[in-house]
């Protein structure tokens, strides 16, 4: 926690969180598992309740472990794991009671060396996207101890939690893209998935502009919900209105990543998912703070979300334009000679 740049005020309650995240950290893997698992055969209203039922939940026992049993941070950590639980048992009893299309048997769950390579090429992207996360929380973290101090890292994590309200949606809608476009594909239907695409970009980035007007409209209001500290509230104000510059141009990243993934482009997927947050944004985050200080950690993010929606733009278009040669590629011929041109992105 000191590598991420925890400081002695934030340690003890960091620790005291940590230890009950990890202990029941089982329960957070087996769900998005099993989510990803549900997504895939077609049923997204499914994850999505296990994903609202979670979150309720999560709501609800907060202020009940950390304030009605005097728990504290503790007590915030165990109503996480506990919500995670009960989302990840709920999604396992689908599958138990055979609801799903993938059965949960002894005799299935045999390893396959070729599906588990497969896995694991098209699934490094989003790997390497959750690592360089946490690898980019540690820059991010570092750099606001030494130009912000505690309070900087407690706003840090509050306009997090806001960001998310946009980000998390956007991400919702690249899962929802994805069986659609490996359906359409394997069925070579290249023009459905060039307007499943247009239209998941649309509300992607309508999505993302209109999160950012509500924000900017009323940010006092938003960040007054976490805590009504004077000196909170005025440099929260400064950071959420630079960091959410960037929102509306995520959704082109999140939708391309998505694409490729879906389309078995191991290399391209790859590289969109360490686009922002690994090969924009730590450069950023070593170097405009040093010209800037304390706002050039904020700046960073737009500046990385704009970097990553350039790259995106780039690589959308040139996939884009082979599947809009033909609209409808019934034909063998011209099946053939789209997929050809995709073997070369």
């Known amino acids: 926690m000191k590598v991420f740049g925890a400081t002695a005020g934030i340690l003890p309650y960091a620790r005291e969180y940590l230890e009950v ?5 089982i329960f957070f893997v087996f769900g998005v598992a099993v989510q990803n698992i549900v997504r895939a055969e077609g049923n997204a209203r499914l994850a999505m309740n296990a994903m609202l ?3 309720c939940l999560n709501i609800l026992l907060d202020p009940l472990f950390m304030f009605g049993f005097g728990m504290g941070v503790r007590g915030a950590a165990i109503a996480t794991v506990l919500s995670q639980a009960v989302a990840s048992v709920w999604l396992l009893l689908y599958y138990l009671k ?3 299309a993938v059965p949960f048997r002894s005799e299935t769950l045999k390893p396959d060396p070729e599906i588990i390579k497969e896995i694991g090429a098209i699934g490094t992207g989003s790997f390497v996207m959750e690592c360089s996360s946490s690898v980019m929380m540690i820059f991010v973290y570092n750099a606001l101890a030494i130009y912000g101090g505690d309070v900087a890292i407690a706003v840090f994590g509050v306009v997090m939690k806001i960001n998310s309200f946009i980000f998390l949606p956007l991400l919702g809608m690249g899962f929802g893209l994805q069986p659609i476009v490996g359906f359409n594909y394997g069925a070579k239907r290249y023009g459905r998935i060039a307007e499943a695409v247009k239209l998941s970009l649309v509300a992607a ?3 993302g502009l209109l999160g950012m007007l509500i924000i900017y409209l009323f940010t006092e209001q938003i960040l007054g ?6 000196q909170y509230l005025e440099l929260g104000k400064n950071a959420i209105m630079i960091i959410v510059l960037g929102t509306p141009l995520i959704g082109l990243n999140v939708v391309t990543s998505t694409l490729f993934q879906a389309l078995g482009k191991a290399k391209p997927a790859f590289l969109l998912s360490i686009s922002r947050q690994l090969l924009f944004l730590i450069p950023a985050i070593i170097i405009l703070p040093r ?4 706002p050039g950690v904020w700046a960073a993010f737009p500046v990385s979300d704009f970097l990553a929606f350039m790259l995106s733009g780039f690589l959308l278009f040139r996939v884009y334009r082979i599947f809009k040669e033909r609209k409808e590629a019934s034909k063998i011929g011209a099946g053939s000679e789209i997929a050809d041109k995709m073997s070369h992105i």
């Open 225 to 230: 919900l976490f805590s009504t500290d004077p």
């Open 98 to 100: 055979g609801k799903g």
């Open 53 to 55: 039922v979670g979150g």
């Open 21 to 25: 995240i990890i202990a029941g950290g």
């Open 291 to 294: 010209l800037y200080d304390l």
């Open 205 to 207: 980035t309508t999505f």
